[in-house]
């Protein structure tokens, strides 16, 4: 597959740079769990906000040497995530597109979402998708209309401070033939960028934000490129 490159790594330790000395891609990111496989991914440019989660998850398993990990036909029991910077529109439908995209791999009405989050600070503009949400009242009923999409069974908490809750975004996949994948996302769904500054209403009542957020055709600008570690548990 294009679009990724895959490396075994087992780490004991976190990395230091060196002085004067360069250090490779490898060497800079932050320390990965050992017996975990990272992953670097790039979505190309143009790519729909819709399909963003269906490329994501066909780059990351479409390889031989790292195909989808549960039996064919398995049933997604939970997905649960965790993720401090859930503070827009845009990473909220973001998200529900990352989740959206695991239907190919056993998402049913089923499957129990679980979300953590931390409130937005304050910012003065509230009119574009990036901007944050109105208020953490807003945030927790956008997000829970989203993943009411997917699911019946959901819970969204989101706490007052960032301290409550891990730096680390990682997402807890179980499948009913007993696998469970964990994934840490580097950016989480950060990385995602439209191509233009696109208009939200983000004063307006939740349950007419998560309409228009369903019904968002966006473009991601150009080429996006993150990484992510797995890892079976």
Known sequence: NEHVRSTRVVVNGGVSPVAGRKMS?????????????????????????????????RTLWGQKS?????????????????????????AA????ALLLGLREYGLARTTRLAVRTCRPTQGRDHDCLHSNFYGGGAQLQVLQGLLGDLADAVSVKVEDQSRDLPHARILNL???????????????VGFVETRRRERFAGQAHPAEQVKEL???????????????WTQRV
């Open 174 to 188: 179980t499948w009913s033939d007993g696998t469970a994948l964990r994934l840490g996302l580097d950016q989480g």
């Open 66 to 90: 790292d195909p989808f990990p549960a039996e064919q036909g398995a049933r997604l029991v939970s997905a649960e995530y965790s993720d401090r910077y859930l503070s827009s529109p845009l």
């Open 214 to 228: 369903l019904k968002c055709r966006v473009d991601l600008s150009s080429d996006k490129n993150t990484w992510v």
């Open 93 to 96: 439908r973001a998200l529900h």
């Open 25 to 57: 891609a490898d060497a800079l990111r932050k320390p990965v769990p050992s017996q975990s496989t990272v992953r670097d991914i790039t979505l190309p440019g143009g790519t729909s906000l819709s399909d963003f989660g269906a490329l994501f998850w």
